[in-house]
């Protein structure tokens, strides 16, 4: 069992800690969801050393051989799921949703509409809407896109390590399988962005 210190850190045998307050953006008042993501990059040291120069991060990074890094502060917010969310409303069930407003944007053009979704997801509360930085922790998984499509597969010493990282998240955040989204679920993405990852 795992717990959190009073600098948002991991602390378990299973978690190396290695922060990088540059892509760290703010307060994370409160986490709604855990959003899995790919790094498309080799490995752990090129995704370090974009870490050490800001900008887009998340709160976790797992190497293709299962070691967990944590390489931001929990109580952190990181920029790691994109501008534009979709439509959880939309995506999740089509048919089913009754949002007359999301009804008028579809005769927008594309451009314009992602913008527009955009807009009118953000002013509703989780879970009616996906999560956003704000709300939401990252972990990314060390993993090459391949090609507009596909990402390279998840390793299973990676899944291991996943699976045991989000049972210690759902304690700490009293969260379930159901606020957990692989990356293009929730934004505009290649659709095999964590496709592979496996958690309970
Ligand atoms: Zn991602």
């Given at each position: 069992m795992s717990t959190i210190d009073k600098n948002g850190m991991l602390i378990s045998p299973k978690v190396t800690l290695w922060r990088y307050p540059h892509i760290e953006h703010g307060?994370?008042?409160?986490?709604?969801g855990i959003i899995i993501h790919q790094?498309?990059?080799?490995n752990v040291r090129s995704t370090f050393n974009a870490y050490g120069k800001g900008g887009n991060g998340a709160h976790f990074l797992i190497a293709k051989d299962g070691v967990i890094y944590?390489?931001?502060?929990?109580?952190k917010r990181c920029y790691h799921v994109g501008r534009r969310i979709k439509s959880k409303c939309l995506e999740i069930n089509k048919n089913q949703c009754k949002d007359k407003k999301l009804a008028k944007l579809k005769a927008y053009s594309w451009s314009k509409r992602l913008v527009a979704i955009d807009k009118h997801e953000r002013q509703k509360n989780y879970p009616d809407r996906f999560p956003i930085n704000s709300d939401s922790i990252g972990i990314e998984l060390v993993g090459m896109h391949i090609n507009d499509k596909t990402y390279e597969p998840v390793t299973a010493c990676q899944n291991m390590s996943l699976q045991w990282l989000i049972g210690e998240l759902y304690t700490h955040f009293g969260l379930?399988?159901?606020?957990i989204y692989r990356h293009p679920a929730v934004s505009y993405k290649n659709p095999g962005e964590a496709a592979s990852a496996k958690w309970k």
């Amino acid at each position: 069992m795992s717990t959190i210190d009073k600098n948002g850190m991991l602390i378990s045998p299973k978690v190396t800690l290695w922060r990088y307050p540059h892509i760290e953006h703010g307060s994370l008042r409160v986490v709604h969801g855990i959003i899995i993501h790919q790094t498309d990059s080799p490995n752990v040291r090129s995704t370090f050393n974009a870490y050490g120069k800001g900008g887009n991060g998340a709160h976790f990074l797992i190497a293709k051989d299962g070691v967990i890094y944590q390489t931001a502060s929990l109580s952190k917010r990181c920029y790691h799921v994109g501008r534009r969310i979709k439509s959880k409303c939309l995506e999740i069930n089509k048919n089913q949703c009754k949002d007359k407003k999301l009804a008028k944007l579809k005769a927008y053009s594309w451009s314009k509409r992602l913008v527009a979704i955009d807009k009118h997801e953000r002013q509703k509360n989780y879970p009616d809407r996906f999560p956003i930085n704000s709300d939401s922790i990252g972990i990314e998984l060390v993993g090459m896109h391949i090609n507009d499509k596909t990402y390279e597969p998840v390793t299973a010493c990676q899944n291991m390590s996943l699976q045991w990282l989000i049972g210690e998240l759902y304690t700490h955040f009293g969260l379930d399988k159901s606020d957990i989204y692989r990356h293009p679920a929730v934004s505009y993405k290649n659709p095999g962005e964590a496709a592979s990852a496996k958690w309970k």
